[in-house]
């Protein structure tokens, strides 16, 4: 496949950051610069850092280093969000952003310095080759907590079997998306939950590379648990019928067995053989009203997911940064 388009973005969601943004874009900027003269060659960088609503400095460290370090091949462009969105909300706003300006392609990554730059060659080269997608994986690091590493393990473990995605474990947002390819998707992004779990979905057998995360000792993971859960449950909700269906078959079973409890009472009433107390009422009317109330919790995710929330933004971006970008259908968050 031929790549005729140089506009290259790497998108990189910051929230709180102000601490280490600067000197993590001096190192990408010095890093790109090195390498603009063989394996990425011929490419215009544009690092969009969208600020999702920090509320320490990083606007202002932003705004700094996109006077101070930018350079020719080099951009740094920061995009703010009106409030604190969601890491996936940020992603979805610098993906689009990206492409409506015609991105050749995006690389997505974290802005914490996390991610190791030193991956980006490699994911260019298989985009050269014909790649529209292609994925990276975090090998196990014994510097991350084992509660971390046996949720995050459980999360793509869950996703596999419930989900039937082909997404190994590690997998997070580190990718590169082909610019055509967001193109003929971009309806469909700001509902897709999960882009980690998307990407698994919508080109499985794309090429993955490994690395190694680069653990900053001492920072604490904004990754909580209840984001964690936040995510897995939306990814399920889009990629699997299996809640649903296990709802079904759940109710299916209740009602079978609360006919067999019909008949029986009925005879034993014509037979005079009732059954003293209440004990037994109450444990059935406790037993199917749990059944019935988790049922209808399944049924509510759906439809809290899948209509309600999708008639909300995803994001929406502050107005002094739409006025760079007129035409850009970043103004417009919902689905084209």
Known sequence: MTHSGR??????????????????????????????????AQLEWTLLIVNDGSRDETALRLAEASKEFG???????????????GHQAALLAGIRTAVSRRAAFVITMDADGEHPMDLIPE????????ALLVHTSRNPDPR?????????????????????????????????????????????????????????????????????QDVIDGRRSRFT?????????????????????????IGLSALILGSFLFVFAVTAYFMGKVIPGWTSIVALIVLFGGIQSMLLGIYGEYFLRNLFRANLPTFVIEPAELSHEGHSDSQNPTPA
């Open 225 to 249: 648990l209840r984001k964690m859960f936040s995510l897995a449950l939306s990814s399920l909700v889009r990629f699997s019928d299996f809640p649903i269906r296990l709802a079904f078959y």
């Open 123 to 130: 994911l260019v080269a298989y985009w050269r080759k014909g």
């Open 7 to 40: 506009k290259a973005y790497i998108v990189m969601p910051a929230f709180n950051e102000a601490q280490g943004i600067k000197t993590f874009l001096t190192k990408m900027v010095s890093f790109l610069e090195s390498h603009s003269r063989d394996s990425l």
């Open 144 to 212: 991350i907590s084992k509660f971390k590493g046996a949720s995050s393990n459980l999360y793509y473990t869950l996703l596999r079997l419930l989900g039937r995605l082909e997404i190994r474990a590690g997998m997070a947002d580190y990718k590169l998306w082909d610019g055509k390819l967001l193109q003929s998707v971009r309806a469909y992004l700001n509902t897709c939950g999960s882009t980690r779990a998307f990407a698994s979905w919508l080109i499985p057998e794309a090429p993955v590379v490994s690395y190694n």
């Open 71 to 85: 350079t020719s091949t080099v951009h740094i462009e920061p995009l703010s969000l009106v409030r604190n969105f």
